[in-house]
Every structure is written in structure tokens, then in C-alpha cells.
């Protein structure tokens, strides 16, 4: 199976980097364990700027995909990780642009299209403190649910803590 995790957010927008720094950590623990048995060839790390349709090109391809983001519930602690799929999913802060559309929206078009497009899609939400200040640092309630995003997504795809196959 071809999977693609992606670490969705803005890296220089304190906690909305969140996805991003998950991502770079996975791709830091898989590395880890060497290529040895080729399970490295079917999973791939992308970091995206950008969702809506540009999120759904990043799928493309791939039989299954794991999207991380921050998100601003208001109904969870920050540092949250909540899982979700893709038709429980509400608007994005950043429909502000005509150009782009909701992750639902464009994996309709998609399929409208005949993309090859993930027959499973997972999200994993963090819940953020701080989505509008300048700074390439976490918060520190979001830093501390990296590892647990971490391990929430390598669980999902049958790797332990260490990045091992389980």
C-alpha cells in the first residue's frame, strides 16, 4: 500500500506549524530504522502550505494518506489530538481565497476527475493555542503533543514508538 503523511500548517505561524513539525518528526523516526525491508519505499512525508486543492494534489497518487494540522475548536485543551475523518470536517479559517476550496469539496472534484485518490483518509487534529502570531516555536502545550501525535500516527500505520514495524 502507497501512503503519503502529511504535515499540513503554516511554519512561521506559531502553533499552525504544528503539522508540519509532526511530519518532520516521523520522517526522523522512520529514518531511524533504515530501509531495510523496503516498508520506506511505500510511505512517503510531505510538508503542504496550503489545503483545499493543493492538499488533495498531494494525495494523488497514494493508496492511503494521514494528514495532520492544527485546528481551533474551542471545545478541547490545547495540545489535544483528536482523530477524524475527512466528512467530519468543517470550514478551514482560510476560504478566504476564491482560488481554493475545502479538503471535501476538492476530494470531490478529484474523483469527478478520475485522480487517483486515497481509498483512506485520516486526519489528525491539534488542538492550538496561538494560530496568528509570528514565530517558528510552539507553544509549549502543543510541543508536548507532538510525540503523541507521533505515536497516534505511527500506530495507525502498525510502526511502534521506535519507528519499528509491530
Same mark, same amino acid.
Given at each position: ?97 476564491? &482560488? ?15 485522480? &487517483?485518490?486515497?481509498?483512506?483518509i485520516k486526519i489528525w487534529g ?24 507521533v505515536n497516534a500516527i505511527l ?12
Amino acid at each position: 500500500m502507497k501512503t503519503v503523511i502529511i504535515g499540513l500548517g503554516n511554519p512561521i505561524l506559531t502553533d499552525d506549524s504544528v503539522g508540519i513539525r509532526v511530519s518532520r518528526a516521523i520522517r526522523q523516526r522512520l529514518g531511524q530504522r533504515g530501509e531495510a525491508d523496503g516498508r520506506n519505499d511505500t510511505v512517503d512525508i510531505k510538508e503542504v502550505y496550503a489545503g483545499g486543492i493543493r492538499l488533495m494534489d498531494a494525495m494523488t497518487g497514494y493508496d492511503r494518506a494521514c494528514i495532520v494540522d492544527a485546528m481551533m475548536t474551542g471545545r478541547s485543551r490545547p495540545g489535544a489530538v483528536t482523530e477524524f475523518d475527512p466528512d467530519e470536517l468543517c470550514g478551514t479559517r482560510n476560504m478566504m481565497c476564491t &482560488h481554493d476550496t475545502n479538503l471535501s469539496t476538492a476530494l470531490e472534484l478529484g474523483r469527478m476527475l478520475n485522480m &487517483h485518490l486515497p481509498s483512506t483518509i485520516k486526519i489528525w487534529g491539534i488542538e492550538a493555542s496561538d494560530v496568528t502570531s509570528f514565530s517558528e516555536q510552539l507553544t509549549d502545550e502543543i510541543e508536548r503533543a507532538v510525540p503523541v501525535a507521533v505515536n497516534a500516527i505511527l500506530g495507525e500505520l502498525n510502526f511502534d514508538a521506535q519507528g519499528e514495524i509491530s
